[in-house]
């Protein structure tokens, strides 16, 4: 099997058959992450997030579960998120700058204006296609099993 990430979460709740509610303690989540620092600072490593996930293996409230999710989905979906605004951002602000004395604007004027509208839109470009994928359960991560006390 290709390359994957794994985390530790617990199950909170019970959705449906197939579906549950786990929790992932973001400072485990992060624990390896370069930019650790800089989330402690801003206050996020110690808030947990909560994630719908299919559950194959009939996990129950309370179990620990192991989390699989592969590399290439995570640096997929990394990529979108980072790249795709900032990439608007630039495009749209030497856009805006190279038809700035058609619109009638400056063009610092026009290349902010370029670079919000850019930026704009490459958010909603990368909510879309986090929307698609997570219609299509790509870039999901998949609840592999529950982990003995000895694993934790």
């Not at 530790?8 to 624990?31: F, M, N, P, W, Y």
């Not at 801003?42 to 997030?49: E, S």
């Not at 129950?60 to 999710?69: H, P, S």
């Not at 604007?105 to 986090?130: H, Q, Y």
């Amino acid at each position: 099997m290709p390359n994957e990430c794994h985390e530790t979460a617990t199950v909170t709740k019970i959705i449906s058959e197939d579906l549950v509610q786990v929790v992932v303690k973001r400072s485990e989540a992060c624990g390896a992450c370069a930019a650790k620092g800089a989330c402690q600072a801003l206050g996020g490593q110690t808030k947990d997030f909560f994630l719908e996930l299919y559950n194959p293996i009939g996990a129950k409230v309370g179990d620990t579960v192991r989390l699989t999710i592969s590399e290439a989905a995570v640096i997929k979906a990394s990529a979108i998120l980072y790249l795709l605004p900032a990439v608007n951002l630039i495009l749209f602000a030497l856009m805006g700058n190279m038809f700035a004395p058609q619109l009638g604007f400056s063009s610092d004027a026009a290349a902010v204006l370029g670079a919000l509208i850019g930026l704009g839109i490459g958010f909603f470009a990368t909510w879309l296609v986090s929307k698609r994928a997570e219609k299509n359960q790509q870039s999901v991560p998949i609840i592999s099993r529950v982990m003995e006390s000895e694993d934790r």
